[in-house]
């Protein structure tokens, strides 16, 4: 396994109004499209779910290889893969997933040493818009070292 170096944003693309909880059905789709199974038993490519409750869900250990983003070695387990539930085209996160996405950094960047800088989003690497127009990179980055969102 690998030491990460970077953390990767992911949506569903799947609107959590459809389903708030989506870490099931991920799970079996990313099973019939790559059967690749983790060391926690899960085949889901990311290695952390969020739902729209904010709860987070571990499918893979970090460092471990994930099925998420194969551009520039992005799946040898340098990078750490985050998807949140919900289509951020079309919606915006609920404010329950962006503090559980807060303490998530923070805790993944203490951990590793991550740089404000490598936290990156998918659609760098791929030509999709993941994670959705409405989730913005700077504001993603501030979540690390500021009290946005204080509770």
């Not at 199974?37 to 085949?43: A, H, L, T, V």
């Not at 539930?85 to 503090?99: R, S, T, V």
């Not at 807060?102 to 991550?114: E, F, P, S, T």
Request: aromatic content about 12%.
């Amino acid at each position: 396994m690998l030491k990460p170096r970077f953390i990767m944003i992911h949506h569903s693309a799947v609107s959590y109004m459809a389903n708030a909880d989506q870490f099931e059905a991920n799970n079996n789709y990313h099973k019939a499209q790559w059967n690749f199974k983790s060391s926690m038993g899960f085949y889901l490519g990311y290695n952390y779910e969020i739902a729209k409750s904010g709860f987070i869900k571990q499918a893979r250990q970090e460092g471990e290889q994930t099925a998420a983003c194969y551009q520039e070695n992005m799946n040898n387990g340098q990078c750490i893969h985050v998807c949140l539930d919900g289509n951020f085209d079309i919606e915006k996160p609920a404010p329950e997933q962006i503090y559980a996405l807060r303490d998530l950094l923070r805790g993944l960047v203490k951990k590793y040493g991550i740089k404000k800088d490598n936290i990156v989003f998918h659609s760098a690497y791929a030509q999709k818009s993941c994670p959705g127009k409405n989730v913005d990179l700077l504001f993603v980055r501030s979540l690390v070292s500021s009290n946005v969102f204080k509770k």
